[in-house]
Antibody, heavy 121, light 110 residues
């Protein structure tokens, strides 16, 4: 069974950093691109970025809203994908989802349960 | 303002059919794969349709997707109260070099 589990959410002050982890199991992690998506309270889904598999050099791409502040990385030996969030802003308050896939033919086909990040002083 | 445009809400009676539209441009829907996601209240989104019109295993054939030009459509037939959820379309936008979602459509089964 494919499983994705986010962790690392919580309360952070504006300007501080937070790193989210997404621990996966049930599939060959290195064979898949991974993406992060967030959802602010009462709002819709916002794609944040993706990291391709190593065959494609693990290339990353980001939404304009987080470019320069958020960084996605992966550890294929541990089947974990990370989201490093720097210089957090109050508008980054959201539930953050880890997803399998990168907008290719198969879409974002597996989702974690999400982790809440609250940015407040 | 989302790159992909969806109606904020749709509603229909149990057993009826509903159509949710998703309008974009040649930079996104027109030249990339469209997927649809269902988000039941209080839960994470789930893939409903991929590759414009394909269903993952376990998704009932009451759900179907299509694409024509720069628009995509999700049809749900035989509506059930359990279908009440938010539905999102998504795709890649080649001009933005970014994934994009529609604003979401709230389905109410009356």
């Amino acid at each position: 069974e494919v499983q994705l589990a986010e962790s690392g959410g919580g309360l952070a002050q504006p300007g501080r950093s937070l790193r989210l982890s997404c621990t996966t199991s049930g599939f060959t992690f290195r064979d898949f691109a991974m993406s992060w998506v967030r959802q602010a309270p009462g709002k819709g889904l916002e794609w944040l970025g993706l990291i391709k598999k190593k065959d494609y050099r693990g290339t990353t791409q980001y939404a304009a809203s987080v470019t320069g502040r958020f960084t996605i990385s992966r550890d294929d030996s541990k089947s974990i994908v990370y989201l490093q969030m720097d210089d957090l802003k109050t508008e980054d308050t959201a539930v953050y989802y880890c997803t399998r896939g990168g907008w290719y033919r198969d879409g974002l086909d597996q989702w974690g349960q999400g982790t809440l990040v609250t940015v407040s002083s | 303002q989302s790159v992909l445009t969806q109606p904020p809400s749709v509603s229909a009676a149990p057993g009826q059919k509903v159509t949710i539209s998703c309008s974009g441009s040649g930079f996104n829907i027109g030249n990339n794969f469209v997927s649809w996601y269902q988000q039941l209240p209080g839960t994470a989104p789930k893939l409903l349709i991929y590759d414009n019109n394909e269903r993952p295993s376990g998704i009932p054939d009451r759900f179907s997707g299509s694409k024509s030009g720069t628009s995509a459509t999700l049809d749900i037939t035989g509506l059930q109260t359990g279908d009440e959820a938010d539905y999102y379309c998504g795709t890649w936008d080649s001009s933005l070099s970014a994934g994009v979602f529609g604003g979401g459509t709230k389905l109410t089964v009356l």
